[in-house]
């Protein structure tokens, strides 16, 4: 850890400088040719209204995922230190990676959207980080991050500029890929001494009052995350109601489900910390469709009781049948819900919602997105298997204390 891990971070960055100093320019560089008023006029207009939706993303990133992952009862400084780690990682390989794919010459040019997309490849990579959480080091998730954040680049090339298929709240391409790609690397990093749990692997109190610091945080920013890059009126105005009504339809099913399956009648706080926010990653494709609110509400809905029903059920089955050990149970939050919000997005532009694309080209970003992310995920994992990354032994998962100084 104090020779492999510093030479890796402080490598990557200098690996980042160096490609920033080459290809990347401002945005409002325009090669020395003179702007004239109008165009002044027109960049600050988009400033003021991306950058409140930038802060809102950006929340969500450091603050909202962050403190989600936080109520395992002795990782709580794994859980946002090394999010704070990867995310800052992942947005300066994400800037890159995604201008290389989509700038038309050498330079890459950054604006607010494309800050914006930064932050949308690495909500991809704290996603897959839910799966393996505790159980890999922080040398392993930059490697992750890495590749991760290079796949999701070109799948969501794939399912953009190639299947022409709409995806505004990234139900399939962010939610639905960041968990199955999790999922891959969990299930070939599988450890048998885990089978039957760890002491560790429990909340306590305070840790869970910790984690819906987070759920409320990501629950009060959702709708500004499906809107951030929609076409600003109409379509971005619908992104942000439908969001809205989904995610407060999600809270009262995901609530009323999680009394009815838990013991006794009562609230189960892992449901409570997850299932809430399903209905915005649900409502994501079909967003700035026009769905009607009820159709929102109902997607919500439904994806609550799904996630909750996920928790209760597939949660352990993974864990026994699959050999799949999903710390935070990212499938049920946002592999399940991603999906629902493929297939509604293909309802919807059958139904008539859009006609910016097809319900066989969206058929084919659901499937890209879920085929990419699995394969992927399996070669990461077993370039992550190998034992030259100070991966933490069994007895120590799930523990601040291996990589922490812990009082």
Same mark, same amino acid.
């Given at each position: 850890m104090r020779i492999k891990f510093p030479l890796m971070a402080i490598g990557l960055e200098v690996a980042m400088i160096v490609l920033f100093s080459l290809f990347v320019r401002y945005g409002t560089d325009q090669s020395g040719t003179q702007k004239t008023n109008s165009t002044i006029s027109n960049n600050e207009d988009k400033f003021s209204v991306l950058y409140p939706l930038f802060q809102d993303v950006h929340v969500m990133i450091f603050v909202g995922f962050g403190f989600l992952m936080t109520f395992l009862k002795k990782y709580g400084f794994s859980s946002v230190g090394i999010n704070l780690l990867i995310a800052a990682l992942g947005l300066q390989w994400g800037t890159f990676i995604h201008g290389i794919l989509h700038s038309h010459n050498q330079i890459i040019n950054i604006g607010i959207l494309d800050?914006?997309?930064?932050?949308f490849s690495t909500a991809t990579v704290l996603i897959s980080f839910g799966a393996v959480l505790g159980k890999i080091s922080p040398i392993q998730m930059l490697i992750m991050t890495m590749l991760e954040i290079t796949v999701f680049a070109g799948n969501e090339y794939l399912v953009g500029e190639i299947f022409k298929a709409t995806d505004i709240g990234a139900s399939m391409t962010i939610h639905a890929f960041g968990a199955y790609f999790g999922l891959a690397v969990a299930g070939i990093l599988y450890r048998a001494g885990l089978r039957r749990g760890h002491d560790n692997e429990e909340s306590v109190y305070h840790s869970d009052l910790f984690a819906m610091i987070g759920t409320l945080f990501l629950w009060?920013?959702?709708p500004s995350f499906n809107s951030a890059i929609a076409q600003p009126g109409e379509k971005q105005y619908r992104a942000i109601v439908n969001t809205y009504f989904s995610l407060a339809a999600c809270v009262l099913t995901a609530f009323g489900l999680s009394s009815l399956v838990g013991k006794q009648g009562k609230l189960n706080m892992v449901h409570i910390q997850n299932a809430t926010l399903a209905g915005g990653v649900a %409502?994501?494709?079909? $967003?700035?469709?026009e769905i009607h609110p009820y159709i929102s509400m109902i997607i919500g809905s439904t994806a609550g009781m799904v996630s909750v029903l996920g928790f209760r059920f597939l949660t352990p089955c993974f864990a026994t049948k699959l050999r799949i050990q999903d710390t935070c149970g990212v499938h049920n939050l946002h592999g399940l819900p991603g999906v629902m919000g493929g297939l509604a997005g293909i309802a919807? %532009?059958?139904?008539? $919602?859009?006609?910016?694309?097809?319900?066989?080209?969206?058929?084919?970003a659901l499937g890209s997105s879920i085929g990419t992310a699995?394969?992927?995920?399996l070669i990461t994992g077993l370039i992550l298997k190998l034992p030259i990354w100070g991966q933490p032994p069994d007895?120590?998962?799930?523990d601040d204390s291996v990589y922490w100084e812990v009082l």
């Amino acid at each position: 850890m104090r020779i492999k891990f510093p030479l890796m971070a402080i490598g990557l960055e200098v690996a980042m400088i160096v490609l920033f100093s080459l290809f990347v320019r401002y945005g409002t560089d325009q090669s020395g040719t003179q702007k004239t008023n109008s165009t002044i006029s027109n960049n600050e207009d988009k400033f003021s209204v991306l950058y409140p939706l930038f802060q809102d993303v950006h929340v969500m990133i450091f603050v909202g995922f962050g403190f989600l992952m936080t109520f395992l009862k002795k990782y709580g400084f794994s859980s946002v230190g090394i999010n704070l780690l990867i995310a800052a990682l992942g947005l300066q390989w994400g800037t890159f990676i995604h201008g290389i794919l989509h700038s038309h010459n050498q330079i890459i040019n950054i604006g607010i959207l494309d800050m914006i997309n930064a932050d949308f490849s690495t909500a991809t990579v704290l996603i897959s980080f839910g799966a393996v959480l505790g159980k890999i080091s922080p040398i392993q998730m930059l490697i992750m991050t890495m590749l991760e954040i290079t796949v999701f680049a070109g799948n969501e090339y794939l399912v953009g500029e190639i299947f022409k298929a709409t995806d505004i709240g990234a139900s399939m391409t962010i939610h639905a890929f960041g968990a199955y790609f999790g999922l891959a690397v969990a299930g070939i990093l599988y450890r048998a001494g885990l089978r039957r749990g760890h002491d560790n692997e429990e909340s306590v109190y305070h840790s869970d009052l910790f984690a819906m610091i987070g759920t409320l945080f990501l629950w009060i920013f959702w709708p500004s995350f499906n809107s951030a890059i929609a076409q600003p009126g109409e379509k971005q105005y619908r992104a942000i109601v439908n969001t809205y009504f989904s995610l407060a339809a999600c809270v009262l099913t995901a609530f009323g489900l999680s009394s009815l399956v838990g013991k006794q009648g009562k609230l189960n706080m892992v449901h409570i910390q997850n299932a809430t926010l399903a209905g915005g990653v649900a %409502v994501g494709t079909c $967003a700035d469709m026009e769905i009607h609110p009820y159709i929102s509400m109902i997607i919500g809905s439904t994806a609550g009781m799904v996630s909750v029903l996920g928790f209760r059920f597939l949660t352990p089955c993974f864990a026994t049948k699959l050999r799949i050990q999903d710390t935070c149970g990212v499938h049920n939050l946002h592999g399940l819900p991603g999906v629902m919000g493929g297939l509604a997005g293909i309802a919807a %532009v059958a139904l008539g $919602a859009s006609n910016v694309s097809t319900p066989a080209m969206q058929a084919a970003a659901l499937g890209s997105s879920i085929g990419t992310a699995i394969g992927g995920g399996l070669i990461t994992g077993l370039i992550l298997k190998l034992p030259i990354w100070g991966q933490p032994p069994d007895q120590n998962c799930y523990d601040d204390s291996v990589y922490w100084e812990v009082l």
